[in-house]
């Protein structure tokens, strides 16, 4: 008896994982009938940008001279979606982490950050070029919402993607740093439609939160380094794309 209702059980797990799924891809079809516009995330969406962010902070943080805690490429990678603010938090000891200190530190890490910005040390992901070129040909407006420093946003649009955004949006302050929606609100106006009408494609759970704050729907860039992450996945319960291809297919074919 108990091994009939464990089975049962597993199958009323199944049947209603099924109709999830049904129901995310029935309301992302309707979407689609008026969603007009696409914005970005740019670490680990388009960009392949880890290592260079794990050297920019290691290389800011020395010019601090205050002592630093031992931190790894794959745990400033566990922080991928954050700002430096973030990242700082990681890489300095606790007693440097006020407030005050903390907003000098980050001025001073930028300039060194924004140097470590480099085009050798950033790939675009494969496929990313063909997809913002085809949605941009059919007429697509296109924008881009990041956590990374508005002249790193501004170096990299100019660097790999120079006449693709309509708008292009980067860290200026707390207030502008997802998962507050204010960045993905500021990017709707710019392009003149209300949220719901652009899809919010990004990598990461803070990615997720910010566009469910702010009422866009959430497509879900999963082929980067942060395609395996256990809690974006458990959180997951939206469209998601392996590659730039597939993401491209969905929207301008219907998925």
Not at 24 to 53: N, P, Q, W
Not at 80 to 104: H, K, M, T, V
Request: proline content about 4%; hydrophobic content about 45%; some cysteine.
């Amino acid at each position: 008896c108990l091994v009939s209702i464990d089975f049962t059980f597993i199958e009323i797990i199944s049947l209603q994982q099924q109709e999830i799924q049904y129901v995310i891809h029935k309301c992302a079809k309707e979407r689609r009938r008026y969603v007009k516009a696409v914005c970005f995330d740019m670490d680990g969406t388009l960009i392949d940008s880890d290592f260079a962010v794990y050297q920019a902070m290691r290389r800011g943080v020395a010019m601090l001279r205050l002592p630093a805690n031992e931190v790894t490429f794959e745990q400033t990678r566990s922080c991928s979606g954050g700002s430096i603010r973030d990242l700082l938090n990681l890489f300095l000891p606790q007693q440097y982490q006020n407030a005050q200190l903390l907003e000098n530190m980050t001025q001073l890490a930028s300039v060194v950050y924004n140097k470590a910005y480099l085009k050798e040390e950033i790939m675009v992901f494969s496929g990313v070029d063909l997809l913002l070129n085809e949605l941009k040909s059919r007429g697509w407006q296109l924008a881009l919402v990041s956590n990374s420093p508005q002249f790193a946003v501004q170096q990299i649009c100019d660097l790999f993607f120079k006449g693709y955004f309509d708008y292009a949006g980067g860290e200026t302050g707390k207030e502008t740093q997802k998962p507050n929606p204010a960045s993905l609100h500021h990017a709707a106006a710019a392009l003149g439609f209300s949220p719901k009408e652009i899809w919010y494609v990004g990598d990461t759970a803070v990615d997720q939160m910010a566009a469910t704050a702010a009422g866009m729907p959430f497509l879900a860039a999963c082929w980067g380094a942060n395609a395996n992450s256990a809690v974006f996945h458990t959180q997951l319960m939206h469209p998601a794309f392996q590659t730039p291809a597939a993401l491209l297919q969905y929207l301008v074919q219907g998925g």
